[in-house]
């Protein structure tokens, strides 16, 4: 019995019959064979020295404006926020009351405490214009008391907090002052009298400045 002819099975020529192996590194859902897109190039990373001379640019160009504009530092501004009493009180301040002869401490006699203003039981502190409220200011007689009448009837020589008689008009001048107070200085406190006794100052008596003795 003739052998029968062995069959060779021959692999298709250029493909190969080993198996590849595939991996994660392999795929790519990408059809565009450029360089990958890093996320972290879109963040924007400032350091503290950066913030430091960002803040240093806008103050030299807000002096610079201001000098440019008005010839003063702060567009002539040179209300409270610039006082550093006012700042040492929104820190460590509180409020205060006040008997009159307690306010009467605070005249400017005594450099090393603040200078203070009364308007109707509402107290300021004026130390930043001690010049003006000082002992040798050209309205002293103010510091110290609550001279609201003064300030409602225009008679310096009035100077106490009486307003049993005063008119709509004086009124509204009282108030005039209290919003300029509040808005040059800043309170810190009132200040509790004494019952007034006796008829309220003649307006025969009113005297301007120059005439402020303390009635």
Known sequence: MSELPTLKHRAPSGKSTTPSTVTADTITT????????????????????????ML??????????SQLTTSTWFFKYNGKLLQPNYLHYCLLGKHQILT????????????????YIAVNGTVW??????????????????A???CARA???NCLNHLNWDLRDITPEERRRLNGWIEWFDDKYFRVGE???????????SRKDCQGKGHHSAS
């Open 30 to 53: 990408d059809t565009n064979p450029k360089v990958k897109h890093n996320a972290d190039n879109d963040s924007i990373h400032f350091s503290i020295l950066d913030i430091i001379r």
């Open 151 to 153: 300030f409602a009837t």
């Open 191 to 201: 200040v509790i009298h004494e019952e007034i006794e006796g008829l309220p100052l």
């Open 56 to 65: 240093l640019g806008i103050s030299l160009l807000f002096f610079i404006t």
């Open 100 to 115: 009159d002869p307690q306010l009467a401490l605070y005249n400017g006699t005594d450099e090393t405490i603040p200078v």
């Open 144 to 146: 110290g008391k609550d």
């Open 125 to 142: 502190d004026v130390s930043s214009n001690r010049l003006t409220y000082g002992p040798k200011g050209s309205y002293s007689f103010f």
